[in-house]
């Protein structure tokens, strides 16, 4: 059986979707903190139970009979990632999947990517066999960050640099892929990125042709953007945290474009315009 964790949320729900393409329900479960957001794969007839990676003894239960389990990250600290890789190992999982990010590095500028690199040396030393999939920059992540300008049409950030955005769905596929072709990914996988590098600067121009709106790029001091978070009620952890990405990113710790995704999905990966176009209203 094929336990996955984090199913009640967008990547591993999507993940849950193309395994149902690939094998039977009853080879499925999932591991969710609310089982009562799960009715929907109960009734399709995937195994849904508690799991949550800060309560050990749940998890032994959710993971019981794992053939692998796919850990989606959940919160930037591998203390919770570290609990999950050691119920795996307890429950006999033959092998371990992890949704790491592109760029895992210790000395990254981005804390979000520290700790996927410290995950991946828990995964190494669990002894169990593994597939750490460096996923792309969500998509997602950067219309979060575009959606106010929609409105006020101006986009005013620090200063970034180019990030290979990559959509949900096809980290989704490429991670089914994984738990279901034998050798397709082991190991730390390269990054699985998006078709192409794009900057806000460049995501402005994308935002502006699709909606028919002027979009303006403006770029403020690293502090003053974080002041403003912090003005409009952000906690100044996160706001540091958020900071993060545009100084990582302009040191280009997320601009590669690898070749890697293509080559697994047989197809070109879905660009960001047709991520951001998906999302736009009507
Ligand atoms: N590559 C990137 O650019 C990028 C960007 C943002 C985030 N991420 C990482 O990718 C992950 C998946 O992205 P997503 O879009 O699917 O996020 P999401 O929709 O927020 O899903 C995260 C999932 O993790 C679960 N989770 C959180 N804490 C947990 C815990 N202590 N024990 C067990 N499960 C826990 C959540 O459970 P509930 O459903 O109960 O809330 C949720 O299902 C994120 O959690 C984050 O680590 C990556």
Redesign the pocket.
């Known amino acids: 059986m094929i336990i996955v964790?984090?199913?009640?949320?967008?990547?591993?729900?999507l993940i849950v979707e193309r395994l149902l393409e690939r094998m039977p329900a009853d080879q499925i479960g999932v591991?969710?903190?609310?089982p009562d957001?799960a009715g929907h794969l109960r009734a399709r007839g995937v195994r849904v139970r508690r799991?949550?990676?800060?309560y050990p003894a749940a998890l032994a239960r959710a993971f019981e009979g794992a053939t692998q389990v796919l850990i989606?990250?959940?919160?930037?600290d591998p203390a919770?990632h570290r609990a999950?890789i050691e119920a795996a190992r307890a429950a006999g999982a033959g092998r371990i999947i992890y949704?790491s990010?592109?760029g895992a590095n210790r000395h990254s500028l981005f804390a979000?990517t520290r700790a996927h690199a410290e995950t991946e040396r828990d995964l190494q030393a669990s002894g169990v066999p593994f597939t750490s999939l460096r996923?792309?920059?969500?998509a997602?992540?950067a219309i979060g960050i575009l959606r106010p300008a929609l409105q006020t049409g101006e986009l005013i950030l620090p200063e970034d640099g180019p990030v290979s955005w990559?959509a949900?769905a096809d980290l989704a596929e490429a991670a089914a892929i994984a738990l279901t072709e034998d050798g397709r990914l082991d190991g730390i996988t390269p990054a699985l990125t998006g078709p192409e590098a794009l900057d806000f600067a460049g995501i402005a121009e994308i935002a502006a042709e699709l909606t028919g709106r002027r979009i303006t790029r403006v770029t403020v001091s690293d502090d003053a953007w974080k002041d403003h978070l912090i003005a409009q009620g952000t906690p100044e952890q996160f706001a540091s945290f958020a900071l993060e990405i545009f100084t990582a990113s302009r040191r280009g710790e997320f601009a590669a474009v690898d070749p890697a995704l293509k080559q697994l999905l047989g197809r070109e990966p879905t660009h960001f315009r047709d991520v951001l176009a998906a999302t736009l209203p009507r």
């Open positions: 964790t984090g199913a009640t949320g967008q990547l591993g729900g591991s969710v903190r609310d957001k799991g949550d990676f800060g989606v990250s959940g919160p930037a919770p999950a949704t990010h592109m979000a996923d792309g920059f969500h997602t992540s990559t949900h």
